[in-house]
């Protein structure tokens, strides 16, 4: 028996097998300290899980319509309206099983076999293989520290060919934490209306733990709805992973090419799920930026505790709950007589030896980082910090 050869050409998502290594250790009676999964270590909301159970004893247990609920998709829409100055209506909206089966939904609905996709590097794992399992070519487009790790429209203008059909980026970026400012996006805006068959797909699952004092959205640009696909959950902001609810905002024709993918794969979201999420929306913003606030606080300590770090290279990033350092240097030492031919190695001898669980940045284009998740607690993060300290002190 054999499996499809688009199966056997799919790369495992480096997080999740980090992360379950990290389990291992565990379950093997080992210390571990897990900063590699991009999950908020806060539960969920009490009211946010009251309204899911309110809307369990009326009776909200049944199949949803597949682009999402007409409330939900209305509250989005006006959420989209009102803080992002994205004039979408509810007919814009699909409501998805997570935010990446937005991007699934989106790419085979674009997407021809050969057509190119640009991905701003370092970018976000699934994106790439979501990407060729639609068909497409992925064209990376890399910046590094020394930019904030964020890509210049004069660097997306020189990429782009007669076979670019999609710009997908996150902001704020997983995995560097990055913000994009208003100048940077309209910028690269203008480069996206000069070419009349080309859309963007801008990752805002982040949008929430922003530490700038205003966020921008890129699709608010003049000219750029019909141009733009907006994709946002509920997993990150309000700390609602397992509910697994995502929404995106695009113009009509493609909302329903979307909705047309998605009810031949997974139908309709979760039923409860999708009232708690109008709940949510409407009601919880105050624990939200109750979230922000405990993250960037953490976010400071690890900046600082990484700057004292000597071979690795840190900004500071602006959003999300991850720091990715550039450990280049680090390359070439030994441990015992084990030599670090690449990152990756680091990464796995800090597993091994510190018990310490990260992300390598081949995974996300940028082969010369790691991933830090600061979803943790500043108690396990400063012991994280020190245990990296010593063993990068220790390398010959």
């Known amino acids: ?235 990150k902001g309000f700390a609602m992973t397992g509910w697994r609810l995502g929404y995106m905002g695009a113009p009509d024709w493609l909302a329903a090419a979307c909705a047309k993918v998605q009810g031949q794969f997974t139908s309709g979201a979760n039923s409860f799920s999708q009232q708690a999420a109008v709940f949510a929306l409407e009601n919880s913003k105050k624990e939200v930026g109750e979230m922000r606030e405990v993250f960037r606080k953490r976010k400071d300590l690890v900046v600082s505790g990484l700057s004292q770090i000597p071979g690795l290279k840190v900004n500071d990033p602006m959003g999300a709950f991850y720091v990715f350092p550039e450990a280049v240097d680090l390359v070439g030492k030994s441990y015992n007589g084990r030599i670090l031919n690449s990152v990756d190695d680091f990464c796995m001898l800090l597993l091994e030896e510190k018990g310490v669980a990260v992300v390598p940045g081949a995974a996300f284009g940028a082969p010369n980082c790691f991933r830090i998740s600061y979803a943790a607690s500043e108690e396990e993060l400063s012991r994280a910090l020190d245990l990296m300290g010593d063993l990068v002190n220790s390398l010959d």
């Open 1 to 235: 028996m054999r499996l499809s050869e688009r199966l056997e050409s799919m790369e495992e998502s480096a997080t999740l097998l980090m992360a379950q290594l990290a389990r291992d250790r565990k379950a093997a009676g080992k210390d571990v300290i897990s900063l590699s999964l991009g999950e908020p270590d806060f539960d969920t909301p009490e009211s946010i899980k009251e309204a899911a159970w309110r809307a369990l004893q009326d009776g909200h247990t049944k199949y949803t319509p597949v682009p999402g609920i007409p409330a939900l998709r209305e509250a989005i829409a006006e959420k989209f309206r009102t803080e992002n100055k994205l004039p979408y209506r509810a007919e814009n909206i699909v409501v998805s099983n997570g935010a990446k089966q937005c991007i699934a939904n989106v790419c085979l609905s674009l997407i021809n076999p050969g057509d190119e996709v640009i991905l701003l590097a370092p970018y976000w794992v699934s994106y790439v293989e979501i990407v060729r399992l639609a068909g497409g070519v992925p064209v990376e487009l890399s910046a590094g520290v020394e930019t904030d790790y964020k890509v210049t429209a004069e660097q997306l203008a020189d990429a782009i060919t007669d076979k670019t059909r999609l710009i997908i980026f996150s902001s704020p970026c997983n995995p560097t934490g990055s913000v994009f400012t208003e100048q940077e996006l309209r910028a690269i805006a203008g480069v996206v209306l000069e070419d009349p068959d080309l859309m963007i797909l801008s990752d805002e699952i982040y949008e929430y733990i922003n530490f700038h004092r205003d966020y921008f959205s890129i699709g608010a640009v003049e000219g750029m709805e019909k141009r733009t696909i907006t994709v946002n959950g509920f997993s």
